[in-house]
């Protein structure tokens, strides 16, 4: 339980600090002065006043602000103008270009990790010519599962045809009739096994229910930033093309809220020191593409009020930057409620159904495995 505790700071915390420091630079950048930076939330611990900046460490360390001087929204009816230094006194683009800092700092942090990652174990090989026929994971209530195989036995044969490669593999699997003869190796030893025709699920009559054991070839260090960054892109399109699905399909989208998280994390740490620091640079990208979606009261919200600014010279009224700020607020407490729920039907209610579908080819997009 302590373990996790202490996993669950470790991760959080450079994701809130990483991306207020985003705020924070972004003001530094525009002249904008900051009167507090803090981590966390609730009673100060600890602070120090440097220059016009009073740095801080809160009781609550699950989250934190960059406090700007001045307000947000300065009042058109004001009877003062904002002094040069406030928030309010800067031009749109500045504006704009704080509130999105952040974020992009979140992608930057996520970046970094990815990119270290990828230099340290390699790209995964996503060509199935390349990869040996090796067993990764073994998807419960499918064929695999009753016939004793285990990660990293290598298939050897089906139906007394050999294969070399994941693609002979999955070949041979798709051109399967009646019972399923494989032969496999395992620490050297060749090893056979039978799948009787009535043990194949009907829904998916060509699925042995294996993933492919992933294999890694070394890049070098700028094919290293590069791939980083592109795990950014691929994991921000992965997401929203989900969620796009979800809404198009008329389905509930599979948010994860603060126990799902939590959860994940507390696996996390027992996998490994890489999936450990893999998780922080996934989440870093959730937080920094959250922050972005044009909700009022996020990132986002903000920085599509003053991208309206920049193109009508004006910002909206007090009456709707509130109306706003309340839908926002509402917007935010169904999310954080439904993806709670979510996390307590997934995490302790799962269903005991079969699995609805797995992966057989690793270049293919991820699919989610139900059991």
Same mark, same amino acid.
């Given at each position: 339980m302590f373990l996790s505790i202490v996993a669950i700071l470790i991760v959080l915390s450079p994701i809130v600090i990483i991306h207020e420091?985003?705020?924070?630079? +972004?003001?530094?950048?525009?002249? %904008?002065?900051?009167?507090? @930076?803090?981590?966390g939330f609730g009673r100060i611990l600890w602070h120090k006043k440097v220059g016009d900046t009073d740095y801080q460490v809160r009781l609550i360390p699950f989250g934190g602000f960059v406090e700007p001087a001045g307000p947000m929204f300065h009042p058109a009816n004001a009877p003062e103008?904002?002094?040069?230094?406030? @928030?309010? +006194?800067?031009?749109?683009?500045?504006k704009f270009f704080m509130v999105i800092n952040g974020a992009l700092f979140n992608y930057l942090l996520a970046a970094c990790i990815f990119s270290v990652l990828i230099f340290i174990k390699g790209m995964p090989e996503d060509d199935p010519i390349k990869m040996a026929p090796a067993v990764g994971s073994i998807a419960a209530h499918y064929p695999a599962e009753n016939i004793d195989l285990k990660e990293g036995d290598i298939i050897t044969s089906i139906n007394g045809v050999a294969v070399s490669n994941w693609k002979e593999l999955m070949d041979a699997l798709a051109a399967r009739e009646g019972d399923l003869q494989l032969g496999y190796q395992r620490e050297g030893k060749d090893l056979q096994a039978t799948v009787k025709e009535e043990d194949f699920n009907p829904a998916s009559p060509k699925v042995l229910g294996i993933t492919a054991l992933p294999e890694y070839h070394k890049v070098s260090v700028i094919a290293s930033v590069g791939y980083g960054f592109y795990q950014c892109y691929y994991w921000t399109k992965y997401s929203l093309q989900s969620l796009g699905k979800s809404f198009s399909q008329k389905k509930a989208p599979e948010l994860a809220g603060p126990i799902g998280?939590?959860?994940?994390?507390?696996?996390?740490?027992?996998?490994?020191?890489?999936?450990?620091?893999?998780? %922080? +640079?996934? =989440?870093?990208?959730a937080v920094g593409m959250f922050n972005l979606f044009p909700i009022p009261i996020l990132d986002g919200g903000y920085a599509l009020v003053y991208l309206w600014e920049g193109i009508t010279h004006k910002l909206p009224t007090e009456k709707t930057?509130?109306?706003?700020?309340?839908?926002? =607020?509402?917007?935010?407490? =169904?999310? @954080?409620?439904? +993806?709670?729920?979510?996390?307590i039907k997934r995490i302790f209610f799962k269903p005991k159904t079969t699995v609805e579908q797995t992966v057989q080819d690793p270049s293919a997009e991820p699919t989610h495995v139900q059991e």
């Open positions: 420091f985003g705020h924070y630079l +972004a003001c530094r950048l525009t002249g %904008i002065r900051v009167n507090e @930076f803090s981590f103008s904002p002094k040069p230094y406030e @928030f309010a +006194a800067k031009p749109w683009y500045s998280i939590v959860n994940v994390i507390h696996q996390a740490v027992h996998r490994g020191i890489l999936d450990f620091v893999f998780l %922080i +640079a996934m =989440l870093s990208v930057l509130n109306v706003a700020v309340n839908i926002g =607020l509402y917007i935010l407490i =169904l999310l @954080f409620v439904y +993806a709670s729920y979510s996390d």
